[in-house]
């Protein structure tokens, strides 16, 4: 902790200004004098000076970490040396637009190529003081077992939908790659360690390769800022539950403070997946979608990344562009350009897009000679008896194509399978009449939004392919020479942001050629209104907003982390953090049996479900243990002991009627009873149930369409579960039972909540809370005011109870007295509340019930095994 406060990393060995890098780095400091103060190192520079000038504050970072470093690495073998340049494509460099200028950035991954472990420091240090990269340099073996293993054959695939149901297609789950993707999760974060100063910098995670790394990093930094953004698709929850790993990835991902997808879509399955999985709720404040996981709240962003407004404008007005383009014009003249750019997988449809074009020279025999598919081919990033597959199911299908509709001088297709440069693939942009896009399942592919800025131009491009800017059909803030047609997938991550372009079924071979003649023959007007409302779209929402987008968040998202308590909890993959108030404890058994010892008079509070029984449990009878217990604790004539709870009063009394001295407050605190001697108190409450007969037959229309949701009736309230019903459905109707019955009972004297898988309907003025301060009023009226006040419980409904009893000591009532009663307010669970102690489950509470029996004079009972 003293290394990472005092900025002693792999950037200060580097340099003493953090990432301001000088030609001749300054003396390292020698020794540590005192926390947080470190001595100078002893050299002729500090000779004689009487006075050592402030050091400057350190410049928070910004830590991105993604799979590749953005950079091109070559070897020159003649010489040996390294040659390293920065790859201007890539993502994570055009996302420094968006940084502010006050923070540093460093990038962490691994360069595409193997270096030798004798030179791996040498380019360490080059790649940091020249590039501010920190290479992880993976082993071979643990490389091909991470990447092309569990990344490529197994992770990629499944997030795409494709479950490996056979050998032949698809590599199901390796352990050994499982172990390796973990290691290499573990390098990333280390070097991370080595160059974050954790007090200011944040640090942004990239993809799918390291969505265990947050669980390293969170366990080495408590307080750490972090943030994960995934770039492909998260597959619905019926996919991603046949993961064998499926919960350790979960879990790591809600290390994180803030967890970025595309669409909504993505962060509806993900949402589902920790509903189902882990239990957990999330809801939406203010327009933030937040799950609390353990007293944390991981956020979760959706925003559809974009692309570099001024990388494609160089590129369109690069000389060898407007030359290509030129060059295109004269090969296609007098023909529409149907252009298609996709990576050569099996999940972009290539095929099919080649089938659609069939059918449409089929269909519309004018089209013929008239309009042409140029289908960019990138290289693919993997490799597999898949890719292959597809690859030639692509050249037969061109091949066919070709030799049925073409003639000389025309084919139909013209399939491009190299390495293209940018400046070549702007010049097919820029003549394209149409863009395809018509992968199956896609995370958020760029091509539309680098076709859509390509086709509104430069005046350099334009001026090449002799167009004037006055050609445009309509007057615009913003005139452009062209227009622009999209076909796009449904599937796709940028479908929904683009809502002029003609969306599609790629399966639907008919349906995609319909789709293509609609964008050939729309009337130009048409084009120029769709391309100007996209053009608008991707040029305000371009990659520097989205970067800037997701750092603004995440610093929102990590602004109370120095407010609350932080404790480290679990093993392995299962560690996650505990975030509590700083004042919540464990409840001492030893401190609240002195306590009890010590005063007269004493009041107990007691929650049933969740905290004298299981909720897991499938009998909700009290056990003979609990009956004991309590008629132990109720011997003692000093003790008041209450049994609070939402149950209904002829349940609680039939199975404490073994318990004559015990007190029970039903349904909340609607009824109470001193003991089985006296008669149930109702108080002066509205005691017109009418208003059951609008809420019940509401309650039972939303049980009919919910399987597992029953509707519980109370005398003083209705009740509707779902605990048993599918957690995402359960949840959303529980939503929607909420708002119809706060609709329908706007004018009645009852109020709507929802609980703990619950929606509940009861009298106003009716909680635990209320309830709890009935009876201590009783007590201080009967010159009973009670020393120690003793309240335990699991849910919702219990804080109320807990906020009234740790307010008691300040009352009037209990002001006037001697002394203050000892409070002891103790939530079943380790979770956020308004009480100021927790025990971990019911058993601990039936152990602190055990230690409190002997002080009250009678013999506790034997533990049942």
Request: some cysteine.
């Amino acid at each position: 902790m003293m290394l990472s406060r005092s900025c002693i990393s792999l950037l200060d060995l580097a340099s003493g200004d953090m990432l301001n890098f000088p030609q001749t780095p300054r003396s390292l400091p020698r020794v540590i004098t005192a926390p947080g103060i470190i001595s100078e190192a002893e050299d002729g520079s500090m000779a004689g000076d009487d006075q050592v000038s402030p050091r400057p504050e350190p410049r928070g970072k910004k830590i991105m970490v993604a799979n590749f470093l953005p950079l091109h690495t070559r070897k020159d073998h003649e010489t040996g040396k390294w040659d390293f340049s920065l790859d201007q494509d890539s993502l994570l460099l055009q996302m420094e637009d968006g940084i502010s200028p006050d923070s540093d950035v460093v990038y962490v991954g691994s360069l595409k190529v193997d270096v030798p472990a004798a030179e791996q420091e040498e380019v360490a240090q080059e790649l940091l003081e020249n590039f501010k990269c920190v290479p992880t340099f993976l082993p071979p073996d643990l490389h091909r077992k991470y990447y092309h293993g569990f990344c490529k054959q197994y992770l990629w695939p499944l997030f795409h939908y494709m479950l490996p149901m056979c050998p032949e297609y698809g590599n199901r789950f390796d352990r050994s790659h499982w172990h390796a993707y973990v290691s290499a999760n573990k390098i990333y974060a280390d070097k991370v360690m080595e160059v974050i100063n954790p007090e200011i910098d944040f640090v942004w995670l990239h993809d799918y390769h390291l969505m265990v790394s947050p669980t390293f990093l969170r366990r080495r930094f408590m307080r750490i800022k972090l943030g994960f953004f995934l770039h492909s698709p998260f597959p619905s929850s019926e996919i991603y539950r046949t993961l064998p790993v499926r919960e350790e990835i979960l879990k790591a991902l809600l290390n994180t403070d803030l967890v970025g997808f595309h669409t909504f879509d993505y962060a509806r399955h993900f949402l589902s997946c920790c509903s189902r999985m882990l239990g957990l709720n999330y809801e939406s404040k203010r327009g933030y979608i937040g799950l609390d996981y353990f007293g944390r709240t991981v956020n979760i962003k959706i925003l559809p990344v974009g692309v570099h407004m001024g990388r494609l404008e160089s590129a369109l007005n690069h000389p060898f562009s407007c030359a290509k383009a030129r060059e295109i014009q004269g090969n296609f003249r007098g023909r529409k350009i149907i252009l298609g750019v996709d990576d050569m997988d099996i999940f972009k449809g290539i095929s099919l897009k080649l089938l659609a074009m069939e059918q449409l020279l089929v269909q519309h025999p004018e089209l013929r000679g008239a309009v042409v598919l140029v289908q960019i081919m990138n290289p693919a990033r993997s490799s597999g008896k898949d890719v292959e597959e597809a690859r030639r199911e692509t050249y037969t299908a061109t091949e066919r194509i070709n030799e049925a509709f073409g003639f000389s001088g025309y084919k139909p297709v013209v399939l491009i399978d190299r390495r293209m440069e940018m400046y070549e693939k702007t010049a097919y942009y820029t003549l394209a009449e149409c863009c395809i896009v018509n992968a199956v399942r896609d995370g958020m592919n760029l091509i539309p939004y680098k076709y859509i800025v390509c086709r509104h131009g430069t005046s350099k491009m334009n001026q090449a392919l002799g167009i004037s800017s006055d050609s445009s059909p309509s007057p615009s803030p913003s005139p452009s020479p062209h227009t622009s047609t999209l076909v796009v997938s449904e599937f796709i991550g940028c479908s929904p942001s683009l809502s002029g372009a003609i969306r599609v079924n790629p399966w639907d071979i008919e349906g995609v050629a319909d789709a293509l003649n609609l964008a050939l023959s729309m009337p130009t007007v048409e084009k120029q209104a769709r391309h100007e409302k996209h053009y608008r779209y991707v040029s305000s929402h371009d990659i520097a907003y989205w970067a800037r987008s997701f750092l603004q968040d995440l610093e929102r998202s990590c602004r109370d982390h120095n407010s609350k308590r932080l404790w480290g909890v679990g093993f392995g993959l299962g560690f996650r953090i505990l975030s509590l108030s700083p004042s919540f404890r464990k409840l001492s058994m030893d401190n609240i049996a002195s306590a009890y010892k010590r005063v007269n008079r004493r009041a107990i509070f007691l929650d049933y479900d969740g905290t004298l029984v299981a909720l897991a449990s499938i009998s909700k009878v009290p056990s003979p243990e609990v009956v004991l217990l309590l008629n132990s604790l109720c011997g003692d004539p000093n003790n008041t002991v209450f049994i609070v709870s939402g149950r209904d009063r002829s349940s609680l009394s039939g199975w404490f009627r073994d318990c004559p001295s015990l007190g029970i407050a039903a349904e909340h605190g609607y009824f109470v009873r001193w003991n089985d001697g006296s008669t149930w108190e109702t108080g002066p409450l509205n005691e017109d149930f009418d208003w059951k007969k609008i809420a019940e037959p509401v309650m039972q229309v939303y049980t009919e369409t919910t399987d597992g949701s029953y509707v519980e009736p109370k005398e003083s309230g209705l009740v509707w579960h779902y605990r048993d019903a599918d957690p995402d459905f359960g949840s959303f109707q529980a939503i929607e039972l909420l708002d119809h019955l706060e609709s329908v009972l706007a004018n009645e004297p009852v109020v709507v909540k929802k609980g703990q898988h619950i929606v509940e309907v009861k009298p106003q003025g009716v909680n635990k809370g209320l309830a709890a301060e009935k009876i201590l009023s009783k007590l201080i009226n009967d010159g009973k005011c009670p020393e120690f006040v003793l309240c335990i419980g699991d849910d919702k409904s219990d804080e109320d109870m807990f906020e009234s009893i740790s307010n008691i000591a300040s009352t009037p009532s209990f002001a006037a007295a001697a002394a203050p009663p000892e409070v002891f307010a103790c939530t079943v669970g380790q979770k956020p509340s308004k009480a100021r102690y927790y025990l971990d489950d019911t058993s601990e509470v039936m152990t602190l019930l055990r230690s409190l029996a002997p002080a009250s004079g009678s013999k506790p009972p034997k533990q049942q095994v």
